[in-house]
């Protein structure tokens, strides 16, 4: 059994799996509808809890159709409408949830609550996205990517803006997938301390420039995300703006990373703020084509959690 967790916690050997085998169920699927199964039914029999406790439309809505298409069943539970949201413990949810179901996906706000749920569980558990880290959406972003590009390996990655919970992600997986990542944004938002200390540890080059246009020269692939995450105040939403205007993505600094560079937001987007429509529907953006890989990338992410 193993549980999803976070992308510097998950073996590299395992991480290239689930990418290899998220691309091959991707080509076996095409020209199918979006609603036919497989041909493989790997989870045949098996129930799957998708556990939500912020909003989401591409989580829940890809997890649950990549269950159908394997063949399992899935149950998508509110944290509010669950007595986990009235006082009953995570780690007595834990173990009530894994008389009944298979396997456990959730999103919450705190890190300690997905820890303690994979604590306690006895079957995995998968990271859905926390205030701190979202390695579903980067595994989504690396298929993305190679499928456009060929190997990420030895690539330059710029994030510009937040540093929040998914360019998290993006830092482990700089060292778990062999590229660099340049972070540009203002110095009180920069990534964790610990997750770029952990990323240099790990062999990864991470550079911070404050300067977005130097930050994306050279740039292979842009990336960007919301201003104002779910897990922020919306008090602080204009100061924050205030802060990250100069690190919006537009036509002017895409021009300043290689030619062929591609765009990459994993959505919602808030047009004209951190990404211009130009960008966003311009010839480097593959932000739809992300939104579809969460799909077959936790197809094969709850294969190898369950091991089938
Ligand atoms: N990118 C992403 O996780 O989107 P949702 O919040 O819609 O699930
Ligand atoms: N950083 C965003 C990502 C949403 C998918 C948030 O946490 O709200």
Known sequence: MNHFLDIHKTDPAALRGIIDNAAAMKTARAGRTRGASDDELPLAGRMVALIFEKPSTRTRVSFDVGVRQMGGQSMLLSGTEMQLGHGETIADTARVLSRYVDLIMIRTFDESV????????????????????????????????????GPIKGKKVVWSGDGNNVCASFLHAAAQFGFDLTFTGPVQLEPEQEFIGLARKAGARITVERDPHKAVAGADLVVTDTWVSMHDSQSAKERRHNMLRPYQVNEALMASAKPDALFMHCLPAHREEEVTSAVMDGPGSVVFDEAENRLHAQKAIMRWCLGV
Request: hydrophobic share 40%; charged share 25%.
């Open 114 to 149: 997905l820890i303690e749920m994979a604590d306690y569980a006895d079957v995995p558990v998968i990271n859905g996205l926390t205030d701190r880290t979202h390695p579903c959406q980067i595994m989504a972003d690396i298929l993305t990517y190679e499928e456009h590009r």
